[in-house]
């Protein structure tokens, strides 16, 4: 069967010029133009890879597309073009207008499709997607991937639809949702979505064992954590960096250290196979010891980010985060004396928040002390207990879902009560993203370096430190030295290099190590870098009397070129004659690269 799989834009993207759309679709009443869309939200959702992985293995005829930034006169264009027996959509709470929006052209378009859609909000609102938009003929409810193809089996059979376990679908009686599929218990039977696609996103287990207020993972893996085995693993991720060539990639598990056993196999692997790559993951402070993190580093973790969320206990309760501020103290302390980057996310305006209890949480990031923390506004998703809760006391409304053009959902005046706490909120969302706290000093990168004597990036990070206290000789040693033995990431090195010349005055020197270091491969401090001097360089150089300002670091981050799937890259696909025609990416909400980070 010809299945398109698609991940739409968030709304009907106005092109360059062009006015926004007045029928209700547009961008949102607040949005401004230098706004941007980047980073995880516009990374393909895992689930579709997934998805087309296993139809890819299957035999169908399986095209998928990342639309998240482009503009809506190119998705006519595109979905025009690209005909299927069924198309199927991912949807988020922050793209559902644009997948509304997409399901309704597809039907006037290709009328005879059948139309199925997925993803988090989809299997919170199954029936009240069903009931607004009339083109749709199925939701997939949770995991997708038996459920996906029992649906493609009955489409090319001929075989009715409603009643597919897992489904919710439109019949004489209205929607109707069938009994719920149960989860995958052989997870090491799917295809890998790295054997199709090349991806720097690897996801290992499924599920979490919390059951977080804010959190829709029980919701939509059920509440048992399902592993895949460190083999498995282990042979996904020697693809990954032996024929791929990622030299750095991102495991996104909800908790990865989730399992002790397994996840200490998978980093004697990683060593005995000897993968060279950096990498970071996402777990709890409670998830995590000194035996774990040294096989970690050993094996090329370099940051761990925690979901802190709050310092204050009476929030974590009602969070049902399970953790302390203690713990989390600890669990940091433990991973600084191994030299790891450390990222704290918090949410800002949880239910009960006031002005002391966000005071906490600040006061408790200039304690502990992480690399880089994260502030993410309280947000209210279906099928979250949060969501629940707000809903029954009148705070949220699942019909504003359809009829508001919102980007994601707070609840409402849930803060008007508490004088001062709607300041820093707001406070907060003006400075929105990574904030940098605290860096290791020479002295305990060099402590660190004894224990990893062998490890190239902690020589890359005693250079750093080096170069952040401006000893600029020792700086470029241990950098080489890095670089020398065997650092995966060396453009990062060479960067340094640049900047420590440009510092000296040697221009050519740094103009050579810049060009050096983009031929290592993507790096947004080296992309960055590259602009000034052309910057410089158009403003006459040396002549200009102007410094060439660099800039050098190596936090952890995945910079990549946008390129379909995985990322909303450029689409060709023919014209009516046969002429291939390209449709980009709508530069008012994304750009060329992105940056994970």
Known sequence: MRIVLMYPPPWKIPSSGEDPDQSGDGPPADWKPHYRLSGDIVHIPYGLLSLAAQGMRAGHDVTVLNLYTFAWRDVCEIIRRLSAGLYGLSCFTSNRRGVLATARLIREIHPEAHIAVGGPHASALPCEMLEHCATINTIIIGEGEETFFELVTRLERGQPIPGIPGTACRTARGAEIAPPRSPLTQLDSRAPPGDYFNDYIVLTSRGCRCACTFCASSFIWGKKVRFHSAG??????????????????????????????????????????????????????????????????????????????????????????????????????????????????????????????????????????????????????????????????????????????????????????????????????????????????????????????????????????????????????????????????????????????????????????????????????????LASAREWLQAGGPQSGAQLKLIAGHDFEITCRMAQPVTPGPVTIPDPSGVPVVYTSCSSVGNGTIADS
Request: net charge negative; proline share 4%; glycine share 6%.
């Open 232 to 529: 498995y693993v282990l042979d996904m991720l020697e693809k990954m960096v032996n024929i791929q060539e990622h030299k750095a990639l991102a495991f996104k598990d909800d908790t990865f250290t989730g399992n002790r056993t397994r996840v200490l196999a998978i980093c004697e692997g990683i060593v005995r196979r000897r993968l060279n790559f950096l990498w970071s993951c996402d777990t709890r402070s409670d998830a995590l010891d000194e035996e774990v993190l040294y096989a970690m580093r050993t094996a090329g973790c370099q940051r761990i980010s925690l979901g802190v969320e709050s310092a204050a206990p009476e929030i974590l309760r009602r969070l049902n985060k399970r953790i302390t501020p203690d713990e989390v103290r600890a669990a940091t302390g433990m991973a600084k004396k191994f030299g790891f980057q450390i990222r704290y996310y918090l949410i800002a305006g949880s239910r009960g928040e006031t002005a002391e209890t966000l005071r906490a949480s600040i006061d408790f990031i200039h304690e502990a002390k992480p690399s880089q923390y994260i502030f993410n506004p309280f947000t209210l998703f279906p099928g979250t207990k949060e969501f629940t809760i707000a809903e029954r006391r009148g705070r949220a409304n699942r019909e504003l879902f359809f009829s508001g053009d919102f980007f994601e959902m707070t609840a409402l005046n849930e803060h008007a009560e508490h004088p001062g706490l709607r300041e820093m909120i707001d406070s907060l969302r003006s400075q929105p993203g990574i904030r940098h706290e605290w860096d290791y000093s020479v002295s305990e990168c060099q402590t660190i370096l004894e224990l990893f004597p062998e490890l190239p990036a902690v020589y890359m990070d005693l250079g750093g430190a080096f170069y952040r206290e401006e000893n600029l000789s020792e700086a470029a040693t241990y950098i080489q030295k890095a670089i020398s033995r065997g650092y995966p990431l060396p453009g990062l090195g060479y960067n340094y290099l640049a900047c420590i010349a440009a510092s000296r005055g040697d221009l050519t020197e740094a103009l050579t190590y810049l060009i050096q270091a983009r031929e290592c491969g993507l790096h947004q401090v080296v992309e960055t870098n």
